[in-house]
């Protein structure tokens, strides 16, 4: 019998070594569900430019020395890139996310599919609503957006699977779709965050925990926080945001900045975009 593969996540920012991808082969904005789709519903997404810079994102992951598995991709699926908000690893457990919209379920069924097919374990979610895209790790802490897509009944089921893990529910203020959208850790030390998309007791409760880097509204809307951390303090980021790139680079970070700038239209970034399902202590 051989045996099942590895799952393992303890942060946001240890090395990442495996991920999965979707490529936004049929990628469109069909509803609108946030602010940036709304801004770029007249001219929706150019899926060609979309896939050469998916492209590029994954070579830059493969010469980072990580594996990317990818989901074979549905034509009436069109938010399928987005592979974070399908699942999420935490600890040693890959949990399915119980999506809130019925078309994203479908993600799941296929990302559950990929899994039994490569052994890789996991475990299902039921009942109501939680998404990867509101949760986030950093050891024994774990911290919950409470949003539109994810419940506070979602985050009670979840604390009662993993009793040793501190878990904070962060509630979300404005039409923030997401927790990464708005707040992301880069190291035990440092968050990027956007503070206007948080309630005032959430942005307290980070303060006493991280040295914040402050967010513009301009460089929210292009996904600022939504970074993606590889390991050693590389962090992949959009050149277009420059004060977040400065900020973290002052801070002795590596960015490796990569064009996105046709998947944001639809409200995701390089987070987003990726689901973790093995990260190494650096």
Do not use: W
């Amino acid at each position: 019998m051989t045996a099942k593969k590895a799952t393992v996540c303890h942060s946001e920012y240890d090395r990442l070594t495996r991920v999965i991808v979707a490529e936004p082969t049929y990628m469109a904005i069909t509803e609108v569900i946030n602010e940036t789709q709304k801004h770029f519903l007249s001219d929706n997404i150019d899926t060609k430019v979309a896939t050469d810079q998916h492209q590029a994102f994954v070579s830059v992951l493969k010469r980072e020395g990580i594996e990317v598995d990818h989901l074979p991709v549905k034509d009436h699926l069109n938010e399928q890139v987005f592979t974070r908000d399908i699942g999420f690893t935490l600890g040693q457990t890959l949990f399915i996310a119980n999506m809130a919209s019925d078309i994203r379920k479908q993600e799941t069924d296929i990302l559950t599919d990929v899994l039994n097919k490569d052994d890789t374990p996991f475990h299902p979610l039921t009942g109501p609503s939680i998404e990867g895209g509101d949760v986030l790790i950093d050891g024994k802490n774990i911290y919950i957006g409470v949003s539109e897509r994810t419940t506070h009944d979602a985050i009670d089921i979840l604390k009662q699977q993993l009793p040793d893990y501190d878990i904070y529910p962060l509630s979300l203020a404005g039409d923030i779709l997401h927790l990464d959208c708005t707040f992301n850790i880069v190291s035990g030390t440092d968050a990027l965050i956007y503070r206007q998309g948080l309630t005032e007791e959430a942005v307290s409760l980070l303060e006493k925990r991280y040295n914040l880097i402050d967010v513009s509204a301009d460089e929210q809307f292009t996904l600022g926080t939504n970074v993606l951390s590889v390991g050693h303090k590389k962090v992949i980021s959009l050149p277009n945001n420059e004060a977040v790139n400065k900020q973290l680079a002052d801070r002795g970070y590596h960015v490796i900045e990569v064009a996105f700038d046709e998947i944001i239209k639809s409200g995701g970034s390089f987070r987003c975009c990726t689901l973790p399902v093995v990260r190494v202590k650096d």
